[in-house]
């Protein structure tokens, strides 16, 4: 099954939103999940990544401090909240899932390096 993320919108600069990722067969013992993001012509970014396994978590310089990544076991999803929105903030949200979690940080935060992908949820920050 491939994670499906919601909750993107329209927000103005300095405003919150959370997104879901829901998960479910994805969120077991070993596996991996990360937010990524695409703006309009450029590559996949890493945004940040959470190991199932003990909840260790990993940001991206330009989101540190402003973005927390979070699960729920219950319900087979991650958050991510997003505060202090800015316009650079502005792109398509993806979700990835990966099965194995022991692996650096910096291969946890390489989009090639997951093989289940959600559609993308917009974000759109308006100055």
């Known amino acids: 099954v491939q994670p499906e993320e919601s909750g993107g919108g329209l927000v103005q600069a300095g405003d919150s939103l959370r997104l879901t990722c829901a998960a479910p067969g994805r969120t077991s013992r070993n596996y991996a999940l990360g937010w990524f993001r695409q703006a309009p012509g450029r590559q996949r970014e890493f945004v940040a990544f959470?190991?199932?396994?003990?909840?260790?978590?990993d940001y991206a310089d330009s989101v540190k401090g402003r973005f927390t990544i979070s699960r729920d076991d219950a319900i087979d999803a991650v958050y991510l909240q997003m505060n202090s929105l800015k316009p650079e903030d502005t792109a398509l949200y993806y979700c990835?899932?990966?099965?194995?979690?022991?692996?650096?940080?910096?291969?946890?935060?390489?989009?090639?390096?997951?093989?289940?992908w959600g559609r993308g949820t917009q974000v759109t920050v308006a100055s």
């Open positions: 959470i190991r199932w396994t003990g909840g260790s978590t």
């Open positions: 990835g899932a990966r099965r194995g979690e022991y692996y650096s940080n910096s291969y946890l935060a390489t989009p090639s390096n997951y093989a289940y």
